[in-house]
């Protein structure tokens, strides 16, 4: 399973960017889907998941900022980020998480998105 996620780059605090997750096998309907993150210096953190039937979580610090959204025709999952802030600098992995698993099980390659003041 290779999890390929996109759409990180360097953007002015206030700004916004979108992420993308294309899986290559694995069905994405049927498993729950993440983003972490993880700063230098920090540990790796939970940013948001939504599972096979659509329920979203997120990470206080995100949330009303941030959306998760999956195309399961598609096996990609995204993360719009929108009101980013310098602290939201971290590299961005996205996850699958198979049916009763209670932590991911695939993880994609990071994605660095860096936030200016």
């Known amino acids: ?3 390929q996620a996109s759409g990180g780059g360097l953007v002015q ?3 916004s960017l979108r992420l993308s997750c ?3 096998e694995i069905i994405f309907s049927i498993n729950t889907l993440g983003w972490y993150r993880q700063a230098p210096g920090k540990e ?3 940013v948001a998941e939504i ?3 659509g329920t979203t979580t ?3 610090s995100v949330k009303g900022r941030f959306t998760i959204a999956k195309d399961n025709a598609k096996n990609t999952v995204y993360l719009e980020m929108n009101s980013l802030k310098p602290e939201d600098t971290a590299v961005y992995y ?3 998480a198979l049916p009763g698993s209670g932590f991911p099980d695939y993880w994609g390659r990071g994605t660095q998105v860096t936030v200016s003041s």
């Open 13 to 15: 605090a206030g700004g």
């Open 44 to 46: 790796r953190e939970l």
């Open 94 to 96: 996205c996850t699958v």
């Open 22 to 24: 294309a899986a290559s």
């Open 58 to 60: 997120y990470a206080g």
């Open 1 to 3: 399973v290779q999890l």
């Open 51 to 53: 599972t096979s039937g």
